[in-house]
């Protein structure tokens, strides 16, 4: 049985920038150890910050694109609930 995770939106920046923290995550994602849950306000917020201009200088769009068709292919797409206060 796989994990679900949804994993935050720094950590697919620090994984666009490169960072080696991230890497097991990359790894584990690449071999399919767990199974991603995503949402589409997730993926407009990943837009969105891969696209600031002090972030986007140091971002490879094409790396940037081919991961958000990944994230598409691979993962489980929820629309998620809104809890009442």
């Known amino acids: 049985m796989k994990f679900r995770v949804v994993i935050d939106t720094n950590i697919w920046i620090r994984i666009l920038l490169r960072g080696r923290i991230t890497l097991p995550i990359l790894e584990a994602f690449n071999q399919d150890k767990f199974q991603l849950v995503m949402s589409q306000s997730l993926l407009d917020e990943l837009h969105e910050v891969w696209n600031r201009p002090r972030l986007s200088k140091y971002i490879d769009l ?4 081919r991961l958000e068709q990944q994230l598409k292919n691979r993962a ?5 609930k809104t809890i009442p206060p």
Not at 62 to 65: E, L, P, R, T, Y
């Open 62 to 65: 094409n790396q940037a694109m």
């Open 76 to 80: 489980i797409w929820i629309e998620p």
